[in-house]
């Protein structure tokens, strides 16, 4: 019986829509029931103790000649930027259009997962990341992880399937994302398959390169020091 059932979420998880309208959904209902209870992103990176707040507050003026955050959380620009361009700094519909976000890259990171630990026949393993407690708190709690992990884990499954190009430009999206947590994977990127990936690597180092610039030139050199 167990075996069957095992057999089944298998099954169901080849199946990209369905995997992505499974964890939208159930994203969906826990948003809508914090919601009932009361709960919005700010009460919720609130207990959650995360830094979803100070995207928050970036999101309503990312541009701001005078910004109320560190240069360090405008680094991670990528999440409030898109807020930005859909919520044009409604504070109201800036908390909905960051959950929102969330929820919708969350649920593409999930299916970008299923697709790299396909490639190794461990399809079972989407669950343990689909359902991760940590992800949660970081999909609903107004952090940039979901974003990241779906430009991160599309980058890896391009690269793993000899698809330089798009590797190297949802690489560069994940520097926009994380540039902290990216530049780890770069010796991956450029030492695995015979190096392969060099002439491509232009697209995410000027990428970064022209946000370390921009970052630079708003907050100046030594607040990164």
């Known amino acids: 019986m167990d075996i069957k059932i095992f057999e089944y979420l298998n099954a169901q998880l080849k199946d990209e829509r369905k995997l992505f309208l499974l964890i939208f959904g159930f994203n969906l209902l826990f948003f809508i029931s914090g919601l009932a209870l009361g709960y919005d ?22 541009f701001s000649s005078s910004p109320e955050e560190s240069g360090f959380r405008h680094a991670t620009f990528l999440y409030p930027l898109i807020t930005y361009l859909i919520a044009q700094g409604n504070p109201f519909a800036t908390a909905l259009t960051m959950e929102m976000i969330n929820i ?36 609903h709690g107004g952090m940039n992880e979901p974003l990241f992990f779906t430009f991160m884990f599309g980058a890896l499954y391009y690269f793993r399937t000899d698809n330089f190009k798009m590797a190297a430009i949802f690489l560069a999206f994940a520097s926009l994302a ?4 990216v530049i780890f994977s770069f010796p991956f990127f450029l030492l695995a398959k015979d190096r392969k990936f060099l002439p491509y690597f232009l697209i995410p180092l000027i990428t970064i390169s022209l946000h370390g610039v921009h970052l630079i030139y708003r907050f100046g050199l030594d607040h990164f020091l």
């Open 178 to 181: 994380r540039p902290d947590f």
């Open 104 to 139: 919708t890259a969350f649920s593409f990171s999930v299916v970008m997962f299923s697709r790299v630990v396909s490639l190794d026949n461990a399809r079972s393993s989407i669950l343990f990341y689909a359902f991760n407690p940590i992800l949660l708190i970081s999909t």
């Open 41 to 62: 992103v700010h009460h919720f990176a609130d207990k959650a103790n995360t830094d979803g707040i100070s995207y928050y507050n970036i999101a309503l003026d990312p």
